[in-house]
């Protein structure tokens, strides 16, 4: 007797999101090159720790998988390490598009829950405010990220590391190292946003 078919996964399809992914993201029109051959996710050190292998990811992008890929921790997990982008034999920017994926996805309202997300806002906090990342105030900024009690958890696990770079004088205590002309910085900063928002209303 032939065995019943298992019952269609709840997909939707959105035949536009790779129009929208060669549109809208840095390197994402070189989409079109990718011949899936799996270099790429062959050659990835972090491959494992993502859900889909950026081969996958660009495949499931054609398909129209705009949740899936959108909701995925692949970009959050790479480490812009470029290896991919060394070997891809058609020249793919797979590591630009992965960044490009991970900014529209945090601006949509995806990613909010992956760790690298509150590590990068925490980070962004400390480069904004100081003009330096400060390890103590951004280690802190982002155990405190996922709430009160996990971050006395992560704070008081990582205690003895603290003490142990205290000692050795690799982390200073003190009020924070800040740049000179913050003023500066956040003329920089604000002329930045200017031209992300000009571009972004040009399309
Ligand atoms: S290595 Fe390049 S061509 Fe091969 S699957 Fe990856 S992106 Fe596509
Ligand atoms: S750049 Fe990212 S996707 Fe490419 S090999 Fe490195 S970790 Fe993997």
């Given at each position: 007797m032939t065995a019943p078919l298992p019952a269609a996964a709840d997909h939707t399809y959105d035949l536009g999101f790779a129009r929208w992914v060669y549109a809208n993201i840095n390197g994402g029109d070189k989409l079109s090159l990718c011949m899936q051959c799996g270099v790429c996710s062959g050659s990835c050190p972090i491959g494992t720790q993502m859900d889909y292998g950026p081969r996958k990811l660009f495949m499931m992008i054609r398909a129209g998988m705009k949740e899936e890929v959108l909701s995925s921790n692949t970009m959050w997990n790479c480490t812009l390490c470029y290896r991919c982008v060394v070997r891809c034999p058609r020249g793919v920017p797979v590591t630009y598009i992965l960044q490009g994926l991970a900014s529209k996805a945090a601006e949509l309202g995806y990613g909010a829950k992956e760790d690298n997300t509150h590590f990068a806002r925490s980070f962004w906090w400390s480069a904004k405010s100081f003009g330096r990342t400060d390890e103590r105030l951004v280690?802190?900024?982002?155990?405190?990220?996922?709430?009160?009690?996990?971050?006395?958890?992560?704070?008081?696990?990582?205690?003895?590391?603290?003490?142990?770079?205290?000692?050795?004088?690799?982390?200073?205590?003190?009020?924070?190292?800040?740049?000179?002309?913050?003023?500066?910085?956040q003329a920089i900063l604000a002329k930045a946003a200017e031209i992300e928002k000009r571009e972004g209303a040009d399309g």
């Open positions: 280690t802190a900024k982002y155990y405190f990220s996922f709430g009160l009690k996990e971050g006395m958890r992560r704070g008081i696990g990582n205690l003895k590391t603290a003490l142990g770079l205290i000692r050795t004088g690799r982390m200073h205590l003190g009020t924070p190292h800040r740049i000179k002309d913050r003023g500066g910085l």
